[in-house]
């Protein structure tokens, strides 16, 4: 088996799908081995490409499988796909990773380290409380709604106790039985709001011992938030070649439909990460809101309040967190720290 020059693995729980071909693209073999058996496989084998879809557990194959002295490899699953031929089953899907991480074109995703993957789950947690604790409170703005009480919008509605004394005024009109209800749900609320507060302390922590997030939390609209969620999903900033890359594989750059020589340009591409695209445009919102109440004080500042002026409030909002994207990447890949340019005194 010296002729091996791929291999590809089609990741599972237990079972895994293992296809190796030669440098020509001839199959050498097709077998199927257990979770337990896979490092014992793979030691085997001479230094080759290891391949993998990008999936759960794939990165920390590939930290396992670089340790042996192995080239792994992640691509995306949808640059696969075109790979697999026939009906789907594991062999076919092994195979197919091993054609597409045969072809140079195909992308390769980043393997994050722990570090990474440690941050990048605080942001997925994070953000489901989030999801849970907006849920929870339009859940219960719609039942007082259905009762005659109607609430303003906003967390801090909920959360200065206003609610709660509408609901012991009103008891005796809506009945004891509705506000036990009511009240489990605000219980529920703040004790979401609480643990979210808690996650929020925490990345603050994260981000102050951490002096690429200091140099990023420089840069206008990036906070503590945005700056340990860059830290988790670039990786090295050195992987691409502008800051135009890294602002496309976010999807902050407009999708293209062209064709006969015409060039059109659409709306965002909104590819790559969304939680990392959406806290970038709300960063962008808040800082074209404080450029706005201080306008000209640097470049970047007129250059925003120029355009919400030009093409509106939302796409000046989008432009903003493209070019903050930019700005990020150079930070990180050059080591430095943002300075507003051209500033007006």
Sequence with gaps: MNHISIVGIDLAKHVFQLHAVDARGHAVFSKTVRREQLRLTLAQLP?????????????YWAREIQAMGHEAQLLPPQCVKPFVLGHKNDARDA?????????PATPRV???SEAQQVLQAWHRVRTRLSRERTATGNELRGLLGEFGLVVATGHAVLRQG?????IETHRERLGEMLCLLLEDLLDQWAALDTRLKT???????????????????????????????????MGNPRRFPNGRQFSASIGLVPRQCSSGGK??????????????????????????????RQPHSD??????????????QRKAIVALANKLARICW???????????QGQVA
């Design 95 to 103: 195979a197919g990773i091993a054609e597409a991480a045969a072809r």
């Design 330 to 340: 150079a930070i990180l890949a050059h080591g430095r720290t943002y300075h507003p």
């Design 47 to 59: 230094p080759c490409q290891v391949a993998m879809e990008a999936c759960g557990g794939a990165h």
């Design 162 to 166: 206003e609610v709660r004394a509408l």
């Design 199 to 233: 996650y929020d302390r925490r990345l603050s922590m994260l981000a102050k011992a951490s002096p690429d997030a200091q140099r990023l939390m420089s840069t206008p609209g990036i906070g503590p938030i945005n700056a340990t969620l860059l830290l988790s999903q």
């Design 263 to 292: 060039t059109r340009l659409k709306g965002i591409s909104k590819r790559g990460n969304g939680e990392l695209r959406r806290q970038l445009v709300h960063g962008a919102r808040a800082a074209l809101r404080q450029f706005q």
């Design 299 to 312: 470049r970047l500042a007129r250059w925003a309040c120029a355009l919400a002026a030009r093409v509106g």
């Design 110 to 112: 980043a393997i994050k």
